[in-house]
């Protein structure tokens, strides 16, 4: 995880736990700012000077994919998916015969992937991305 806020167009470091970045974080920050969060984080670690001449801003947001009950995954379907330009990456981590558990039980095989989607000149981006990614068909059987 980083915390920063962008000030001038440029992205100012605030704090970075020594993990550096989780779920979609990494892949979120390239597509949106071209930051590569692990490169920075090892140049930092390596005491090396900080390439950011190339970072520009562009509205996206991440969407975590979970499922929406028990069982094996059976298969995902994004066709409707691929023609929506607005649709930056989708990254799906599980393949059919992924066994499914909800939470409480287990926080880690309901994860299934990742969506980033470009939000620039969206009013409520949040409910749009919501939409967007409903149109994911996920098939999970008993």
């Known amino acids: 995880m980083v ?5 001038d167009n440029r ?8 993990r550096p970045g989780g779920d979609c974080l990494p892949q979120l920050l390239m597509v ?8 920075l984080a090892l140049d930092v670690a390596a005491n090396l000077p900080w390439h950011l001449d190339d970072i520009r801003f562009t509205p996206h947001m991440g969407i ?21 330009p607005r649709v930056k ?12 558990t909800m939470p409480p039980a287990d926080y880690d095989s309901w994860l299934l992937g990742h969506m ?27």
């Open 3 to 7: 915390d920063f806020v962008v000030k």
């Open 11 to 18: 992205p100012y470091l605030i704090e970075m736990p020594p």
């Open 32 to 39: 949106s700012t071209n930051l590569d969060i692990l490169k």
């Open 64 to 84: 975590r994919i979970h499922a929406k009950k028990s069982g094996i995954l059976t298969a995902v379907n994004s066709r409707i998916l691929d023609s929506e």
């Open 89 to 100: 990456q989708l990254h799906i981590i599980r393949k059919p015969g992924h066994g499914i």
């Open 116 to 142: 980033i989607i470009n939000t620039q000149g969206w009013n409520f981006p949040e409910t749009r991305c919501m939409l967007l990614a409903r149109r994911l068909e996920i098939e999970i059987q008993p």
